[in-house]
């Protein structure tokens, strides 16, 4: 997992409530337990128009935000399957972070197993990002400060705002680990802890040698 300390990008714009799992890559690109090569099939069902080529309509294909690390949405986002690869599908096209004014439980705690940082905002910074979105705005994350700083085209800055994340998820984000990688980076620990009450369970001789506890 790529670790997150820093981050200034290009912000796309997203005017889409209840953005689910299935818009952001449908069934029929969850053949492969592979978490790379799955880009082609982020909002395909947007993306593309019928014969395959690009939809220009589309957000995302515009020249301005193809590129862009940081998506910009409403509520509810990640809503409906569980699927692990919507999660996937986004890292791999190259999103970093996300803003969003509420996402789906189990699509947040994906994000932050996999690296893709989940910043819930307000209702008014929601607003402030669509009375701007004919602009082209970079936006700084730092998460050691939890602070996020908006930017115009001319680098002016716009805006700034903090967002709240668990010590334990910053942790994870800025060290690039995920839960397991972050018990492994225990284990000594973890294998001291067990030595150590093995041997107070064999001390207090908790198993007669009838094998019930006395």
Not at 7 to 21: F, K, Y
Not at 122 to 140: Q, T
Not at 174 to 201: E, Y
Request: aromatic share 10%; proline share 3%; with cysteine.
């Amino acid at each position: 997992m790529q670790a997150f300390k820093t981050l200034t990008g290009v912000a796309a714009p997203l005017d889409i409530m209840n953005v689910d799992t299935d818009m952001i890559i449908p069934k029929q690109y969850l053949k492969t337990i592979k978490r790379t090569g799955l880009g082609t099939g982020l909002f395909s069902e947007m993306r593309y128009k019928e014969d395959g080529s690009d939809n220009p309509d589309f957000v995302l294909n515009k020249p301005a935000y193809r590129k862009a690390e940081i998506l910009v949405a409403g509520d509810n986002f990640g809503c409906g399957s569980s699927r692990e690869h919507a999660v996937w599908v986004m890292a791999d096209w190259g999103y970093r972070a996300v803003l969003a004014r509420s996402f789906a439980p189990i699509f947040r705690q994906n994000a932050l197993s996999n690296g893709l940082v989940p910043i819930v905002i307000s209702a008014e910074i929601l607003s402030f990002f669509e009375e701007n979105r004919n602009s082209i705005l970079n936006v700084g994350i730092d998460l050691l400060s939890l602070s996020v700083t908006v930017f115009d085209s001319n680098s002016i800055c716009l805006k700034t705002f903090s967002f709240k994340l668990d010590a334990f998820d910053v942790h994870c984000l800025r060290h690039g680990l995920d839960t397991l990688s972050f018990l492994r980076s225990h284990s000594m620990a973890i294998d001291a802890f067990v030595s150590k009450n093995r041997s107070q369970f064999h001390s207090l001789n908790v198993f007669n040698s009838g094998g019930h506890a006395p």
